[in-house]
């Protein structure tokens, strides 16, 4: 027990007397989740709009104050006739044109179909699509409440309703994919780096030659880096939580155990990438294009699997980060519990203890 | 090949008789081109100081390996006290002291925090080893807070050996300890090793310089993975028959050449300001003057020289043809 | 006839660090001058001074003819040099170091060519030629290294602690090549901490502490300290009185 007590220490000193990469591990989780709150959003913010209102009439005008009260639009022109929208595309000022036909209140009244015509600017699709979602939802909103009262015909219509995400805020997208990203980071990539690095200096050989059980060299390698991405896991909820208002609505001793659970399976792949290679050179490269690519990319995290070709979503399973964020966003936006979450859990776990079988095997008692 | 008995439950009854390392005919191979050991059979005794000389690429870092369990040969039998390599990799490594051929503890702690953790690791502590390393110890107390990084490279070793030492080992094996360090640091290096020699632990020591061996109770000879010659320094040295001479001239590029063309010649190095010339029969240095003279050499100087080890060395290699 | 290297109380300091203090000395052309000393006396620091690398804090030097201050591009055209750590490439072949080098001092086409031919012939290396450099034996290494070094015809070689680790044979068949290169009038410029290797010097330096505490022919040296080898020299000078 003493041997892996001094174990520990010795690695603790190796960590904390290198302040420039322990200020990376510490400080890189704070920018990344201040540069995915503040800079790299996908959110739609005071864009700008022009209104061309042929009806001038209450209800146009009450639309487009819902519209500007959202927050999301900021009226750029009112225009007068049909020929200006073009022109004002072209000149690149608006993103988007709103189009209230004469017949509008007329129509309203008389419970009538009618049109209010939305045009985008789709040289950016993405922006395109998200300012058309958002201003049919906020006039979609608004006629509901016009015909509520009133006796209504037996129409069929859609009601979209933001679930878990009214504000289709995305820092609630960001703060469990920058969780998920830091912990891969910090557990695997560090704790390969940790251990070539004493084969490269060759201590492990010292290490090796001594009475040391393999067992306590890894597990005592590994615990501190545990400790680190813990650290850094309550430092995002925090920042997520008080800076973006981000809701922890499940409980967060379970969120606390999946986390857990998340880092050890990166642990694991950490330590198994440390038995395949030799130097840290190659460990910090493999630990980023084979964890930290697939992470970030494949893990539903940036690009929506939904989306993505077959194959790739397909591939997408064996990514233990996809299932980590579909926990975190389950136990953190939804609220919901064990009973919803064992599933992916499992999943995750039995990655684990794949990965540290594979490891275990892989790991040698002798140099070669 | 059959396995020796194991003697980890008779530490107590291990006496001289036990040497303290035993290789018998040890075959290594890496890949498929590279024959690292080529039946190696050595002995050392309790309490021995036995030197492993060779050059680069010779195989002694691959023989250390394999008794510091931490490579298994491909063929033959080797134990440390007692303990087979393979089987009784756990003893020999709570019982032997190995100091890897570079520097290899951790540049970040301190000298006296790398003591600790050694001591600690081996379920020790440093006070109660104190003894055995207290005349290498205090040449560092000086430095006890210094990393271990910022140390001199003699000092480096110091503490290497210090840390190798710490649990009291019964055998220690040394892989070129004195390679890069200079001569003051190589000579109280080796002051520490007999002085622990005395104290009853065998060592086995690796090391390319030639002149260490005269410090060795006995050494074995090795290149190319295979050994040329064990035996007490002085007894390879006089192994060496062929009458010798050092020559000089004032130029000694072509004084090599010619003596090479000379008729009785057995072999001619150059050694630091002479030539070593070895004759096939003794023959006058009267008639070598004259040769060297017609020659057009000047300077001419011929005097009897006492072989050394490096004579014998290559004179093992050319009859082995193990030149490149 | 002009001397090859000339150091007049040439000095270099690191802030109130004195690495090199006020160093004298003079190297003969043609002669293989030993330029000894412990780790961290001051060797390197010295031998990059004369190389152009570093720029000394006082004193005067000339390399090949050249200032050491204002004319450090002169010098690098004119000098050879191969240090400890090979400066071979070893994913490359023998053959393509060579044409590698060859193209670095600025050789005709024509020129390397006959140089890659003359230089493994030279060396016996033939069945190396296409061999990477890093699964050749450490002897051929070094030889070549030294090749390559003076493949340009420089007037001076610097060798940074050129033959550790290689069998007594290999060690010595590197000192013919050095032998030859010196009667060939090369200025050869060795430094080392393996007093062994002083031995076959023509005249060495001792560094102590950034001075030269001694400077002669081997024999004569020995003859001074009443010392048997160049190494109980040594510690007779780095450790007076013991």
Known sequence: ???????????????????????????????????????????????????????????????????????????????????????????????????????????MRRNLPTQIQLIADATDPNTATTLINYASAIIGQYVQEQARGQAMPMLIRTEVKMLYNPRLKSVFMFVPGVMTVILMLVSAMMTSIAITREKELGTMEVLLASPLKPAMIIVGKVIPYILLALANTVVILLLGTFVFGMPVRGSLALLGLECLLFVIAALSLGILISTRTDSQQVAMLISLMVLMLPTILLSGFIFPIESMPKVLQVISNIIPAKWFIIILKNIMLKGTGAEFVWKESLILAGMTLFFIGVSVRNFKIRLE | MPLRPSNHLTLNRITMATPAIQVENISKRYGKNVLALNQVSLEVGQGELFGLIGPDGAGKTTLIRILATLLLADKGYAAVNGWEVRRDYRQIRSHIGYMPGRFSL??????????????????????????????????????????????????????????????????????????????????????ML?????????????????????????????????????????????????????????????????????????????????????????????????????????????????ATIEDAFMELMTQGEMVD | MVPAITADKLTKKFGDFTAVNQITFEVKKGEIFGFLGANGAGKTTAMRMLNGLSRPTAGQASVAGFDVYRQTEKIKQHIGYMSQKFSLYEDLTVKENIQFYGGIY????????????????????????????????????????????????????????????????????????????????????????????????????????????????????????????????????????S
């Open chain 3, 106 to 241: 600025g050789l005709p086409g024509r020129e390397i060519r006959h140089q890659v031919k003359a230089l493994i012939e030279g060396l016996g290396m033939q069945a190396f030629a296409g061999t990477l450099v890093k699964s050749i034996p450490l002897g051929w290494k070094q030889k070549l290294s030294f090749s390559i070094a003076i493949m340009h015809r420089p007037g001076i070689v610097f060798l940074d602690e050129p033959t550790g680790g290689v069998d007594p044979i290999t060690r010595r068949q590197f000192w013919e090549m050095i032998y030859k290169a010196a009667s060939e009038g090369m200025t050869v410029f060795v430094t080392t901490h393996y007093m062994d290797e002083a031995e076959y010097c023509g005249r060495v330096s001792i560094m102590v502490d950034g001075r030269i505490a001694a400077l002669d022919t081997p024999r004569a040296l020995k003859e001074q300290f009443g010392a048997s080898s160049m190494n109980d020299v040594f510690l007779q000078l780095t450790r007076p009185k």
């Open chain 2, 106 to 191: 951790y540049q970040d702690l301190s000298v006296e925090e790398n003591l600790h953790f050694f001591a600690t690791i081996f379920g020790t502590t440093i006070k109660e080893n104190y003894e055995l390393i207290r005349d290498i110890y205090v040449q560092l107390e000086p430095f006890r807070t210094r990393k271990a990084g910022k140390l001199s490279g003699g000092m480096k070793q110091k503490l290497a050996l210090c840390c190798a030492l710490i649990h009291k080992p019964v055998v220690l094996l040394l892989d070129e300890p004195t390679t890069g360090v200079d001569p003051v640091s190589r000579k109280e290096f080796w002051e």
């Open chain 1, 1 to 107: 027990m003493k041997q892996f007590g001094i174990f520990i220490q010795k690695e603790l000193f190796h960590i904390l007397r290198d302040r420039r990469t322990l200020f990376i591990l510490l400080g890189m989780p704070m920018a990344l989740v201040l540069l995915f709150g503040f800079a790299i959003t996908n959110e739609i913010d005071n864009a700008r709009i022009a209104i061309l209102d042929q009806s001038k009439g209450e209800m146009s005008q009450e639309i487009t104050q819902r519209l500007v009260a959202s927050g999301y639009f900021l009226i750029d022109e009112n225009l007068q006739e049909v020929a200006q929208i073009e022109q004002h595309f072209r000149q690149g000022k608006t993103k988007m044109a709103v189009i209230f036909p004469s017949e509008l209140q007329e129509n």
């Open chain 2, 194 to 306: 007999k002085r622990l020699k005395e104290k009853g632990i065998a060592i086995l020591v690796s090391t390319p310089y030639m002149d260490e061996a005269s410090l060795c109770n006995r050494v074995a000879l090795i290149q190319k993975g295979a050994i040329l010659s064990i035996d007490e320094p002085e007894k390879i040295v006089s192994g060496f028959d062929k009458p010798l001479l050092a020559v000089r001239t004032n130029d000694m590029y072509r004084l090599i050449h010619d003596l090479r063309d000379f008729e009785s010649t057995h072999s001619a190095f150059p050694f630091g300001e002479f030539v070593h010339l070895s004759l096939n029969n003794p023959i006058w240095p009267e008639a070598i003057h004259a040769y060297l003279a017609g020659k057009q050499h000047t300077g001419i100087e011929i005097k009897p020289a006492q």
